[in-house]
């Protein structure tokens, strides 16, 4: 994540002032798409160039802002292979999703979970307190068992650390 650090000492954050947006002292608005799958693409260099593609082409467009993943729990091209235990590889593709994006001027929302089994999401969780010996069974037991809780705290600590 060494990108997204050296990026995060030098961009500036969108903040809020009643119901307006505010970037730099100025009025910011919202233009933005999903592209979930930046990350994933980013791994390998026979797929890279898709990302470079949409991001040039976003901001062409005067986008503003796109929402991806920052999370692919336990499936192909896993950021978070098991509970606390990361692949380096897929870090350093999202760390060039993030400059990317950087350099275009397009802000990203890093969604960290999914509500559903894709890419693993909430469900994953609650398998992995399952394995561990937990009385789990619902993907919704994402929200109350403390096993689950805690291994999603602890992957939000990976971010904010």
């Not at 693409?41 to 797929?47: L, N």
């Not at 976003?58 to 991806?68: E, K, N, Q, S």
């Amino acid at each position: 994540m060494a990108a997204a650090a050296s990026i995060a000492a030098t961009a500036s954050f969108v903040q809020r002032s009643g119901q307006q947006l505010f970037l730099d002292g100025a009025p910011f608005y919202v233009n933005g798409w999903n592209s979930y799958w930046l990350m994933v693409q980013s791994i390998e260099d026979s797929t890279r160039p898709r990302m470079f593609a949409v991001m040039m082409a976003a901001a062409a467009l005067g986008l503003t802002v796109c929402r991806t993943w920052a999370f692919n729990d336990a499936t192909y091209q896993a950021l978070q292979i098991s509970p606390g235990n990361y692949d380096e590889n897929v870090f350093q593709a999202l760390d060039q999703v993030i400059a990317v994006a950087q350099q275009n001027g397009v802000r990203l929302l890093l969604s960290l979970v999914n509500n559903w089994e894709d890419y693993g999401g909430k469900a994953q969780y609650v398998a992995w307190a399952c394995r561990a010996g937990q009385d789990v069974s619902s993907a919704d037991d994402f929200f109350t068992y403390p096993t689950c809780r805690q291994y999603y705290k602890d992957h939000v600590t990976v971010w904010v650390a």
